[in-house]
């Protein structure tokens, strides 16, 4: 079985409740938590729940949890084994899968001009 995501426009973006750092949008229904520099109507990737991610695309866009000889956390927060999407709680907010920028994908050359919204990729 495969797993796709889906190349979407990010609706809904407001402020997250519990969180200077964060917002909240939608796409296709999920509420997910976004950065703050996430905009109303930006193109994004949305990875839903239930999926897992390829061990590059989480490598090259530091998503693998990494700690420090203390440690501490210094990089993402995906198992580097599993690198499963699923529906987490982000200062008491669920985000129901991921979204990325479209940006996240330039380390594979694909033109990034040519991906619109309604494609999805796997």
Known sequence: MSYNAYITTLK???KHPNADRLQLGDCFGNTVCVGINAVE???VIYFPTDGQL???????NNLIRKLDENGNNIGG??????????AIKLRGEKSDGLTMP?????YTGA?????NVGDTID
Do not use: H, M, T
């Open 12 to 14: 809904n973006v407001r």
């Open 41 to 43: 109507g930006e193109i």
């Open 54 to 60: 390829s061990a590059e695309y989480a490598e090259q």
């Open 111 to 115: 033109n990034l001009d040519e991906i």
């Open 77 to 86: 927060y995906l198992d580097p084994d599993k690198r499963n999407i699923k």
């Open 102 to 106: 479209l940006s996240s994908l330039a």
